[in-house]
């Protein structure tokens, strides 16, 4: 009989279409609902019907936000879901479902359960149930609140009439009774503890963190070009435009998002837009005007495995190179890459302040794996968060560029006050007025390239150091790969290891070369060439040792990460 | 009100060393607008400039009014947001005939169809002049130039059959070389409320040697007893070769993109003065919890 303790790992596998990110929703909110941890992501092809999509729920005693490769119960709503995960399932996988949506030879393989979704859903009134009664079944494993999922059903389908709430509840609960069922037989046995406090949790996906963060940095123009999987902090804003009272426009390429985007932040709107990095490949341009406009702005780079179309759905971090090098010329940049959910929320509040400080773009770069994942948080510290302001009036005789000691110069906007700003793509004066003089030409370029970029160095953050600062062994990490290293430490559980992620990028601060003296140093990161070991060897002259290296597409698993360091460790 | 264009002088060091070539129909074009901007009222911190590239594109360093010199193709999208973000500010987007024609050609199409309260000027000596004479989109059939020395073939762009077909809210063409008229139509081009389009045709002294301010005069002609708001009308006129009309074409009242935006439906303070809903961010994460 299959146990499960503390952990549980359960995928639902089906066509794109079929609903699986309704019985996906419907699960994580009652779960948490009923007191458990829960943590969700999905991967799924770049078509409108059919093929195989999958999405990942881990229900925990613990607060769990990695996603593991192994399956502890499969849900398949078609027939192709089993090869599909071929590699993820061992005869520890409860498959539950139908066997006419299991390959016969897989049937010796797994622990199938037999379970009839469609037999129950046709009883209720129609196959449209059954997700709902899938749902159901997996709530009664869990021994879930049946009112809170009674309530969910009740909210989720009001708007579509009475008989189709009752129906979707008495599908519910048939699942549910039948979920019940099987631990009572002894079927299944699941062991997690619920938390009381989960239940006043939030449910945030790196998506609304973005979003939400970008709000709380005072954010309130929004340009974009629909682009997988960047769309959906526009689709959030969008839907909330009229309650934040923002601009969000659909325009008619990324060269015009990121142009109007600089011409909001001019007119001293906080402007963001988001994209991906086929879109950002072409804001190259205008990132070049930013950088000698010194015009802020916060680009959300949301990466997906290129070159040109690539993996339109699946991710990598394979655009820091990109980033980092995007625009002609030379001219400072900031890169965050968010770790975790919450690191999304902060990191993009905080952006909006540093592009209106620094005056220069801000990038804020996550992956399909960090937009498309969430999970239950505690709360959000508004305290944490402070809206900075930096422009100042015009003056008669205003100069845009004036020369100051630490290559910042005093922003104005046009609307507030009497003075005239002018702005240049061209090299210029002082005043913005166009320029040819050697001399000036000179300082200029070290205004931008130099002193304004040391000026930024010096409040970088640091990176955050977890384990022991005097292991032997360190991992390196950037962006969304934060808790799947976190977690695979955890489970390896080997003093002599420590872990230093970076959520701030670029540019590096001098002194944290020490952090690095004298270890066995270890890159992990999602692409082909170790982008950020790359980084770290020009600006720091660090050397990694070992490199664990990802780019299929898919995201880093607890499991790859453990064997990939206990290879390392020998 | 001051009645004195001088104030739209700059003082700027950098703004006295003007870079077009004596006799170009540049700087009749500041001072139309100098004039204009008078007899609308206008004080200098009032009004935006942002230009693309190009000789035109140097306006803003020229006139003493607020300007943005971005790059090429890309003022029209920049201007939009700066009108949405501060609608108190009149905007203008300026930039020559490859500016807006070639390079910026998408941005044109769409921003008709936004219609945000802008005004696009288009100085049109239908060639490239910065670059040293190749064909610009509006360079006639058959001109020589060193690019194209058998002579132009491609079909000429016509913006302003363009804007009347895309349905454009304010369309209108000018020669600089008629001051007076010049004045009047940018004056109603910047007060219309929507996206206006001036195509302002203007001698090239240096490298276009055939649309001369002699050629302009005899190949355009004033538009008289024209109904702008009849839009059959006004593309019948788009599409006459030679003479050219010039004046309004056509007119089409339409909602703008600010007006429009659920930014400024209650609330119509600039961008730059708002803070953060952090109440509504609450509100949402609560729902989060309970939903």
Redesign the interface.
Known sequence: MPKFIKDVSIVLGGAAGQGIQTVEETLT?VLK?SGYNVYANKEYMSRVRGGVNTTEIRVSSEKVRAFVRRIDILIPFKRGVLPWVEKRISKNTVVLGEKENVEEEFLENVTFIEVPLSKISKEVGSSLYLNTVAAGVIAGLFHADIKVLEE?LR?RFGGKGEEIVEKNIEAAIRGYTLGRKLCEEKKVEIEVSKDESVK?????SGT?AIA?GA???????L?FYPMSPSTGVAVFLAQ??????????Q???E???I??????W??????MVTTSGGGFALMT??IS?AGM?ENPVVVHLAQRPGPATGLPTRTMQGDLNLALHAGHGEFPRIILAPGTIEEAFYLTAEAFNLADKYQVPVIIMTDEYLVDTYYNIPD?E?DRIK?EKY?VE?EEDYKRYKLTEDGISPRA??????????????E??E?????EDEELSRIMQEKRAIRKLETIKKSAKLPKLIGDENARYLVIGWGSTFHVIREALEQLNIDDIAFLHFSWVYPLREDIREMFDGRVIIDIESNVTGQFAQLLKRELGVEVDYKILKYDGRPFSVEEICNALKGVLK | MNLDPKIFE?K????QDV?WCPGCGNFGIRNILKRAFVELGL???EV?I?SGIGQAA?M??YI????????HG?AI??????????P??TVIAEGGDGDMYAEGG??L??AIR?NPNITVLIHDNQIYGLTKGQASPTTMLGMKTPTQPWGVFEEPFNPIALAVALNASFVARTFMGYFKESVEIIKEAIQHKGLAIVDILHPCVSFNKLNTYTWYREHTYWMKDHDPYDREEAFKRAIEKDPLPLGIFYINKRPT?EEM???????KT?????????E???R??DL????
């Open positions: 909110r609902l969910y909210k006043d949790d939030i449910l945030l609304e939400l709000l709380a940095g005072g954010m309130n123009f340009s909330h435009a009229e309650d934040f009272e923002i601009i969000v426009e325009v008619e390429d060269i015009s998002a142009n109007m985007a600089l011409g909001a001019f007119a001293g709107a906080r402007a341009e205008a005007l406009a959000i508004f809206v422009v015009a906007i046009p609307g507030y006050g009497k003075g005239i700003v002018v702005a240049n793509g061209n210029h004066d005043y913005g007025d166009i320029t | 700059p700027r060091p950098g703004s870079a004080n200098p911190w935006v942002i140097k803003p360093h003493n009014v607020h300007g943005y010199h971005t790059l890309r999208p920049i201007a939009t947001a700066v009108k949405a973000s501060n108190e500010l998408n941005h199409i769409h936004r993109f935006s659920p930014a400024y439906k209650k609330d600039p961008l730059w003065k708002r803070v953060p809903k952090v509504e961010i609450k949402i994460l989060k919890r309970r939903f």
